[in-house]
């Protein structure tokens, strides 16, 4: 159970409330810092995925801690951004991209409790999600109270916060759309009447 993926998922978990005290903190460099430890945290979900399967060292509790992490330290990050900016623009994809992933796990609860669970397996498209996401909340989380101005693009402050919004729309796109396929697929068994 305490294999080396595994603590290094514990270890994503022990730094959520790490990241929402930095970035609350009343120093000028609150924002980078907390910028820092959710890149931290991106990096070590790909890293502990990669060293369950290099090292042969997958495990149930693996499967099941690793979603929950990152869900965790994601829901927490959109909660945080949705306080900090208070526009709409950010709140309502924020508040799709949770409702998403509470949607998500009732259909795979579904799915398991009739045995097919693995009719939902993460998809490719939810992967591409995740890494535009990632991104975006990464740019967001940077500099939250700059507002951009669409039309002067000086590098590099301008072109990050564009490319981080461009992110969160592409990360907006794919969450409903993944959703869709995802309920697409349940929808046979959703429909059935035992």
């Known amino acids: 159970m305490w294999t080396i993926p595994n603590q290094i998922t514990l270890f994503r978990i022990i730094l959520i409330p790490v990241f929402l ?29 990669y060293l369950a399967r290099k090292l042969n060292q997958s ?6 801690i690793d979603p929950v992490a990152d869900k965790l330290m ?36 579904f799915m398991s409790s009739r045995g097919k669970r693995d009719e939902i397996a993460v998809s ?20 939250p109270d700059y507002d951009i101005p669409l039309i002067y693009f000086n590098f590099p402050y301008e072109i990050l916060m564009f490319a981080a919004y461009s992110f969160y729309a592409i990360a907006t796109i794919l969450t409903v759309w993944s959703m869709l396929i995802y309920f697409k697929a349940t929808w046979p068994e959703l429909k059935a009447n035992k």
């Open 21 to 49: 005290t930095v970035f609350y903190l009343p120093v000028s460099w609150n924002h980078f810092g907390a910028f820092c430890i959710f890149w931290l945290a991106s990096v070590s979900d790909a890293l502990d995925g």
């Open 59 to 64: 495990s149930a509790f693996g499967a099941f």
């Open 74 to 109: 994601v829901v927490c990050a959109l909660v945080m951004i949705i306080e900090d900016y208070n526009a709409w623009y950010i709140t309502i994809p924020a508040a799709l991209m949770i409702s998403r992933e509470i949607f998500i796990s009732a259909l795979r609860e």
């Open 124 to 143: 490719t498209m939810g992967k591409y999600k995740t890494a535009a996401q990632m991104l975006a909340i990464m740019g967001l989380i940077w500099q």
